[in-house]
């Protein structure tokens, strides 16, 4: 199991940019899946982006991609989310998440991951 620690949300106007960063505690984290998903009010919860042990291995939904970039330092226990060219529509609640320890291969299934952050608020204006 590892905790997981959001932070980086705010308030950003359409077009600018935020980074959010997730620190994990323990020592495997090199060897965690980590996945990025967010909820908007009223709606699912949706991935958003996804990056292999290495940070070889990324993957991004589809509204995100080309403007969103995920990335780790493992030296650091940390994951980070670099949010360009947002968006209204990229207002929600942003949760990283781990998948078990030593399991590989990004998902963008919420079930395959079961270590959950407290999420971090983003909100664009328009």
């Known amino acids: 199991q590892v905790q997981l620690v959001e932070s980086g949300g705010g308030l950003v106007q359409a077009g600018g940019s935020l980074r959010l960063s997730c620190a994990a505690s323990g020592r495997t984290f090199s060897r965690y899946v980590m996945g990025w998903f967010r909820q908007a009010p009223g709606k699912e919860r949706e991935f958003v982006a996804a990056?292999?042990?290495?940070?070889?291995?990324?993957d991004y939904a589809d509204s995100v991609k080309d403007r969103f970039t995920i990335s780790r330092d493992n030296a650091k226990n940390t994951v980070y989310l670099q949010m360009n060219s947002l968006k209204p529509e990229d207002t929600a609640v942003y949760y990283c998440a781990a998948r078990s320890l030593g399991v590989l291969g990004t998902t963008r299934s919420s079930s395959e991951y079961y270590d959950w952050g407290q999420g971090t608020q983003v909100t664009v204006s328009s």
């Open positions: 990056i292999s042990w290495s940070g070889v291995g990324t």
